[in-house]
C-alpha cells in the first residue's frame, strides 16, 4: 500500500506542490521572525555592550565617589577599574557649533576600545578625541584648537552662565553613523572631563556614574563581580558582569521590541494556519480526483486503515520535505536582511549575520509537519467515508439539502459567533497589555474563519451564481454555461474558492495591518510630538534666536513651512481662591493659523484665539488646571504686572494633548503681556516626501553655523523615518506572499478546474458538435476560474480588512492608549490584490482550456 501511495504522489507532483507551497510559506515566516528576533536582540546588545566594551563587571547605582573606585581596585580579582564620568558641552570652531557628550579615556589600557582612525586619545588636559563626523562638521582636524563652552548656574543669581575653554583635536574616532540630533560622543582626559564638569576638585562627592573593572587573569567574571557586591555593601551600588549590564539595559532599551516580535508572530502562527487550510483543500482536490482508484484499491483488498494512513503518509512526507525546505528559505532571507542591513550606514551597528540554533530549526520544522498533519485528517477520513462500489459510479453533484448539510450549516454559525465574539473581547481586553487581549483575537480569528470556510460551501455557490448571472448578460450563451458550471458541484467551487479566500484573506490581513500600524504610530507620534522639527533656544532662559539662523532653517530644502514662537516668563495664578500658583513660567505666542498649518496633531492647537491659553494635559495635571478656568497672567515687562487686573491678562484655559512645560497664547496676547517677547523657538513642518533624517541632519548643519546660539534640534520627523522604514519592510513581506500566495491560488483554481473538465469531457464534445468553437470554450473555462476568483478575492479582502484592523489593535494593546487603533485600508494594496486574484482565476483555466479544445469531439463523445 504504501508503494501505491509513492506512485500516486508521483503523479500529482504538480498539485502537491500547492501545500508545499503553503508550509514552505508558513515555516520559512516562523523561521525568518525567530532569526530576526534574535538579530534584534543582538543588535540591541552590540549597540548597548559598546558602552562596557573590554569591562567584566560594571558598578551602577547611586553616584559613585573616588573611594569606590580605589576599592574595587584593590580587590584581589581585579586587574585594574575605572571610574566613569562624563559631561555635556558645546563645541565651537570655524564659525560652527555643535553639542558633545564628553566621557573619559579610561585609564586602565584594557578598557581603551575605542577605534582611533588619525592621531591619538588625549593623554592629558587640553587634547579632546572626536568623532570624524563631528570633526568634519566642524572644519577641524587633528592638530587643531576647537573652543570648548561649559554650562554652570551662578550661585549668586540663579541663572546660568558659560565659559570657554581653548582644546587641541588629538585624534579622529569611528563612531557609526551621525547625530541627526542630540549629542556627539568625545573623549577627553578623565582630569579635564571633571574640570568641566565643575567636579575636579570633589566639590559634588560623587563625580563617576559608574566604575568599569577587568577581571584578573584566573578570575572569572562572576567571581569579581561577588567581590565587588562585598566590597561596595551598603553603599547603594549594584555588581553585575558586563554581559548582565547589558542585557538590563537592553531589556529596558527594547520594551517595544517584544511587542513588535509578538505582533510578526501572531502573522506566523496565522500563516501556518492558513497553509493548513490550503493543505486541506489541496488533500481533498486530490482525494476527489483519485475517489475511482481508491475504491478499486478497496475491491481488492485494501482496508480503510490502510488507505487512511496511505494519505497520512502522503501528508506527512509532502510536510517534512516542505518544512526543511521553508527553514532553508526564511534562513536565507533572514541572513540576507542581516548582510544588506549591516552595510547600511546606520547609527546602530547591525550583525552581518544570522545565529541559527537548534530552536530556530526544530520549532518551525515540528510546528509544519504538525500542521500538515492536522489538516490532512479530514481528507483522509474522506477517503474512506464511501463504499467502494459507491465510489465506482460517475460522480453526481451533492446534494446539500440533507441532515449533515443543516449541521454544517449550524456549526459555521456557531462558530461565525464565537469567534466574533472572541474577536471582540480581544478588542476590550488590548488596552490593558496583558497580552490576552492578542491571544483572543487570534483564536477569534482562528476560529471564525474556520467558520467561514466551514459554511462557504453554502455561501460561496449562490455568490458565484449570482456574479455569474450579471455576467450573462453580456456574454450570452457561453457565459450562461461558465456561470451554470461555476455552481454545479458546490463542495467543489466553495473548496476552489476557499483556496483563493485564504490567501487574499492573509495577504489583505497584512496590508491593512500594516498600513494601520503605521497610521496608529503615526497619531501616537502626532499626540507625542506635534512638530516635526523644533529647533529651540538651550540657554536659561531662552534668548532670541538669531535673525539670519531663523532664514538659514526655514531656507534648508526639504522644510515645507516654519513659525516662530516668541516667550516671555509669567506668574499664573488661579482665581477664585483656588489657591493654586505657579511662578516664572514660560509662556509662548504664536499666530493660530500658521501653528495649526504646521502642527501635526490637529487637537493640539485646536482651541487657540484671542482670550485663551492652550495648556498642556501634563502641565495642567501638576498645576490642578481644568478646561474653561480663567488663569491670570502677568509679567514683570507687561501690563498686567499688578496682579493681572489690565486688559488682556485674564485668557480662558484650554487643556490639550499638545506636550511642552509652558503656555501657548496667541501672538496678540502675548505681545500685551510682554511686547519684548523674543522670538525663541521654530517650529517646522518638512515636505511629505523629504528624506526626514537628511533634512534633520541639514537643519543641524544650518543650526552649526552660528556658533554664538546656544541651540537645540529636537522632533519627532527621525523617530517617524524609522518607523516607516520597518512598516515599508513589512509590505515588502507583504508583497512576496502576495507572489506567493497567487502561486498557491493559481494551483488550486487549475486543480479544481482540471477535475471539472476531466468529468464534463464528453459534455465539451457534445457543445463543439453543436456549434460552440475551440475560442468559446476556452473563453467559458476563462470565465468560469474568474467567477470563482473573484468572488474569493473579494470575500478574503473584506475578512482580511475586518482581520488586519483587529489584530493591529489587539497587537499594539497599551501603545493606542483608551481609543482604538487607527484603520487605515490600503486602497492600492488591495486593488492589485484583486486584480492579481482575477487574473489568477483567468490564467489557472489556460492549461485546462487547452486541453479541452484539443480533444476532438468524435474522440471524446467515443471515450
Known amino acids: 500500500m504504501l508503494t501505491t501511495t509513492w506512485r500516486l504522489s508521483a503523479g500529482s507532483r504538480g498539485r502537491l506542490l500547492a501545500a508545499g507551497l503553503a508550509i514552505v510559506l508558513g515555516t520559512a515566516f516562523v523561521t525568518a521572525v525567530l532569526l530576526g528576533s534574535g538579530l534584534l536582540q543582538r543588535t540591541a546588545s552590540a549597540s548597548v555592550a559598546a558602552g562596557y566594551a573590554g569591562a567584566d563587571v560594571v558598578v551602577t547605582g547611586q553616584p559613585l565617589d573616588e573611594a569606590a573606585v580605589s576599592a574595587v ?104 553613523g551621525g547625530p541627526a540630533s542630540g549629542l556627539a560622543p568625545a573623549l577627553a582626559a578623565p582630569e579635564q572631563v571633571l574640570a568641566w564638569a565643575g567636579d575636579a576638585t570633589g566639590e559634588a562627592g560623587a563625580p563617576y556614574e559608574a566604575v568599569h573593572a577587568v577581571a584578573a587573569e584566573g578570575t572569572s567574571p562572576e567571581e569579581l563581580r561577588a567581590q565587588v557586591a562585598g566590597a561596595l555593601e551598603g553603599r547603594g551600588a549594584v555588581a553585575r558582569t558586563a554581559e548582565e549590564q547589558a542585557r538590563v539595559a537592553v531589556d529596558s532599551l527594547t520594551s517595544g521590541t517584544d511587542v513588535l516580535t509578538g505582533a510578526v508572530l501572531a502573522f506566523a502562527v496565522l500563516a501556518l494556519f492558513v497553509a493548513g487550510l490550503v493543505i486541506t483543500n489541496t488533500l481533498a482536490v486530490l482525494v476527489a480526483q483519485r475517489t ?136 476590550a481586553l488590548s488596552p490593558g497589555g496583558s497580552g490576552a487581549g492578542l491571544l483572543l483575537a487570534l483564536g477569534g480569528g482562528m476560529l471564525s474563519f474556520t467558520g467561514v470556510l466551514l459554511g462557504a460551501v453554502l455561501v460561496v455557490p449562490r455568490a458565484v451564481g449570482a456574479l455569474g448571472r450579471l455576467a450573462a448578460l453580456v456574454g450570452g450563451g457561453p457565459a450562461r454555461v461558465a456561470a451554470a458550471n461555476a455552481v454545479r458541484d458546490p463542495r467543489r467551487t466553495a473548496t476552489t474558492t476557499s483556496a483563493l479566500l485564504i490567501g487574499v484573506t492573509l495577504v489583505s490581513c497584512m496590508a491593512v495591518g500594516a498600513a494601520s500600524t503605521q497610521a496608529t504610530l503615526d497619531e501616537a507620534l502626532d499626540e507625542q510630538w506635534p512638530v516635526d522639527v523644533s529647533v529651540s533656544s538651550a540657554a536659561a532662559p531662552p534668548t532670541a534666536l538669531e535673525a539670519a539662523l531663523v532664514r538659514a532653517v526655514g531656507a534648508v530644502d526639504g522644510v515645507e513651512r516654519a513659525v516662530g514662537l516668541a516667550e516671555a516668563r509669567a506668574d499664573v495664578v488661579l482665581p477664585g481662591g483656588a489657591g493654586a500658583e505657579a511662578a516664572d513660567l514660560p509662556v509662548r505666542g504664536v499666530d493660530p493659523a500658521a501653528a495649526r498649518a504646521v502642527v501635526a496633531s490637529p487637537a493640539a492647537l485646536a482651541p487657540l484665539a484671542d482670550g485663551v491659553v492652550v495648556v498642556p494635559e501634563a502641565l495642567a495635571a501638576d498645576l490642578g488646571i481644568t478646561s474653561g478656568q480663567d488663569l491670570a497672567i502677568s509679567t514683570a515687562q507687561g501690563a498686567g504686572a499688578a496682579a493681572g487686573t489690565a486688559p488682556g491678562t485674564v485668557l480662558r484655559a484650554q487643556v490639550t494633548p499638545l506636550p511642552g512645560d509652558g503656555l501657548v497664547a496667541t501672538a496678540a496676547d502675548l505681545a500685551a503681556l510682554d511686547p ?45 523615518a524609522g518607523f516607516e522604514q520597518v512598516i515599508d519592510t513589512m509590505l515588502l513581506v507583504v508583497v512576496a506572499l502576495l507572489a506567493v500566495a497567487v502561486l498557491i491560488a493559481l494551483i488550486g483554481v487549475a486543480n479544481t478546474l482540471s477535475l471539472s473538465v476531466l468529468e464534463r469531457t464528453r459534455e465539451s464534445a457534445l457543445l463543439r458538435a453543436l456549434g460552440l468553437t475551440r475560442r468559446q470554450l476556452r473563453g467559458m473555462l476563462a470565465l468560469e476560474g474568474a467567477l470563482v476568483a473573484g468572488v474569493g478575492a473579494l470575500l478574503g479582502v473584506g475578512l482580511g480588512t475586518l482581520y488586519g484592523w483587529v ?38 483555466s489556460v492549461l485546462p482550456g487547452r486541453r479541452a479544445a484539443r480533444t476532438p469531439p468524435a474522440a471524446a463523445l467515443a471515450g
Open 676 to 720: 519684548q517677547a523674543p522670538t525663541t523657538r521654530l517650529w517646522l513642518r518638512l515636505d511629505a516626501d523629504a528624506d526626514a533624517v537628511r533634512v534633520v541632519d541639514a537643519v543641524q548643519d544650518a543650526v552649526s553655523r552660528a556658533p554664538d546660539a546656544a541651540v537645540l534640534v529636537e522632533g519627532s520627523a527621525a523617530e517617524r
Open 292 to 427: 475511482r482508484q481508491l475504491a478499486l484499491l478497496r475491491c481488492v483488498g485494501a482496508t480503510r486503515r490502510q488507505v487512511r494512513a496511505g494519505v497520512l503518509a502522503e501528508a506527512l512526507a509532502t510536510g517534512l520535505l516542505a518544512s526543511s525546505a521553508g527553514v532553508a528559505v526564511g534562513t536565507g532571507l533572514a541572513a540576507a536582511a542581516a548582510a544588506v542591513l549591516s552595510r547600511a550606514q546606520s547609527s546602530v551597528p547591525v550583525p552581518g549575520s544570522v545565529e541559527v540554533t537548534a530552536t530556530s530549526v526544530a520549532v518551525p520544522v515540528a510546528l509544519g509537519v504538525l500542521a500538515t498533519l492536522l489538516a490532512a485528517l479530514a481528507p483522509a477520513r474522506a477517503a474512506t467515508a464511501v463504499a467502494p462500489l459507491a465510489a465506482l459510479r460517475p460522480p453526481q453533484a451533492p446534494d446539500l439539502r440533507t441532515r449533515a448539510s443543516r449541521w454544517r450549516a449550524a456549526s459555521a454559525a456557531l462558530l461565525v459567533a464565537s469567534g466574533a465574539a472572541l474577536l471582540g473581547g480581544g478588542l
Open 73 to 176: 581596585r584593590a580587590l584581589p580579582g581585579a586587574a585594574g577599574a575605572d571610574g566613569r564620568a562624563s559631561t555635556h558641552v558645546e563645541l565651537l570652531a570655524g564659525g560652527r557649533s555643535q553639542y558633545a557628550s564628553v566621557t573619559g579615556v579610561p585609564s586602565v589600557p584594557a578598557l581603551r576600545t575605542s577605534e582611533v582612525l588619525e592621531g591619538a586619545l588625549p593623554e592629558g588636559p587640553g587634547g579632546l578625541a572626536l568623532g570624524a563626523d563631528v570633526a568634519e562638521r566642524l572644519g577641524a582636524g587633528v592638530g587643531d584648537d576647537v573652543l570648548v563652552r561649559t554650562f554652570d548656574v551662578d550661585p549668586a543669581g540663579g541663572a546660568v552662565v558659560h565659559r570657554d575653554e581653548p582644546a587641541v583635536v588629538t585624534g579622529l574616532l569611528a563612531v557609526p
Open 807 to 844: 489584530g493591529t489593535a489587539a497587537v499594539l494593546g497599551d501603545a493606542v492608549g483608551d481609543g482604538p487603533a487607527a484603520l487605515a485600508v490600503p486602497w492600492a494594496h488591495l486593488g492589485a490584490v484583486l486584480a492579481v486574484a482575477v487574473a489568477a482565476g483567468l490564467l489557472a
